[in-house]
């Protein structure tokens, strides 16, 4: 599928539509994008937006738990969410906090909130996360799903050209799957997984 000279393809087994890696946008591009993001962790509507994500995670976990906000951003408020509520949160973000000695630990739980759509090699970035995921741990992922091949060439999502990949609800039942983990949509765009 070709929209705006931009070249889509479609995974045959997870159902996930992704960019022509030929034509992903360069790091300094996907900075400068990133830079007009608006994510004051201050904001009270950006918190109800992200208490999507970290109600239902928080409801799966014991206070006091070690997690990891991957791809946090430069205003980290899902990390301050879960801070509040009693978690220990490490942040890394390959722009705004890369500190890759994060990587190198496990964790309880590890968030993902509008970062997936970003993964340039997505199978590599869900086995890393998947490798500092302690065992019963979970993963707590939100991202806008992709329902209609129809409307994808008009989607506000898509438009982004930070955007790359972008997932199906059976896409991540796959990606769980072929991991071992269950899986769970508990609220729209948001999707649960768990390490056995």
Excluded at 54 to 65: C, D, H, N, Q, Y
Excluded at 77 to 98: H, K, S, T, V, W
Excluded at 105 to 132: G, K, V
Aim: charged content about 25%.
């Amino acid at each position: 599928m070709s929209i705006d000279q931009l070249d889509y393809w479609r995974c045959e087994v997870c159902v996930a539509r992704f960019l022509d890696p030929d034509q992903l946008p360069g790091r300094q591009e996907e900075q400068a994008h990133y830079l007009l993001h608006e994510n004051d962790p201050d904001d009270a509507g950006y918190r109800a937006f992200l208490s999507r994500l970290s109600r239902p995670l928080l409801a799966k976990l014991e206070r006091g738990m070690s997690g990891l906000d991957y791809g946090c951003g430069p205003g980290p408020a899902l990390a301050a969410m879960l801070r509040e509520a009693g978690q220990q949160i490490a942040l890394y973000d390959p722009f705004f906090q890369n500190n890759r000695q994060v990587l190198g630990h496990s964790y309880d739980f590890i968030t993902c909130s509008e970062t997936a759509e970003h993964f340039h090699r997505p199978a590599e970035e869900f086995d890393r996360l998947d490798a500092m995921l302690r065992p019963g741990g979970w993963l707590g992922v939100m991202s806008c799903f992709q329902t209609d091949d129809t409307a994808f060439a008009n989607w506000h999502y898509r438009k982004d050209p930070t955007h790359v990949v972008f997932y199906r609800q059976a896409t991540f039942h796959k990606l769980a799957e072929q991991r071992g983990w269950s899986c769970e949509i508990p609220v729209k765009n948001v999707a649960l997984m768990q390490k056995p």
